[in-house]
């Protein structure tokens, strides 16, 4: 019943940015909360980056102040900026949506992922 469109991926040296975004579509009442999290090879799927509907965000102590979360909750998306990169970023990012699909049922869903590589 939905679908996360997600785009911004790709490979960048140390110490430059990219921009991921997620839109959200179908049966959506609506959104209590969006995020990014990521998985390197050989490691847990870990919290990047949350935000509420009402605005309420919260980061991974490993990413606060260089990575930024926003919200657009008319169009169901959310995008991660994420500057001065390090090759422990290095991860497959996962889209999450957390959503009414009524008044009174509450789910989660989730992205296939985008690759994003830090090398030089």
Do not use: H
């Amino acid at each position: 019943q939905v679908q996360l469109v997600e785009s911004g991926g790709g490979l960048v040296q140390p110490g430059g940015s990219l921009r991921l975004s997620c839109a959200a579509s179908g049966s959506i009442f609506s959104i209590s909360a969006m995020g990014w999290y990521r998985q390197a090879p050989g490691k847990q799927r870990e919290l990047v980056a949350t935000i509420t509907r009402g605005g309420s965000t919260n980061y991974a102590d490993s990413v606060n102040g260089r990575f930024t979360i926003a919200r657009d909750n008319a169009e169901n998306s959310v995008y991660l900026q994420m500057n001065s990169l390090k090759p422990e970023d290095t991860a497959v990012y996962y889209c999450n949506v957390n959503y009414y699909v009524s008044a009174t049922r509450k789910l989660d869903y989730w992205g296939q992922g985008t690759q994003v590589t830090v090398s030089s």
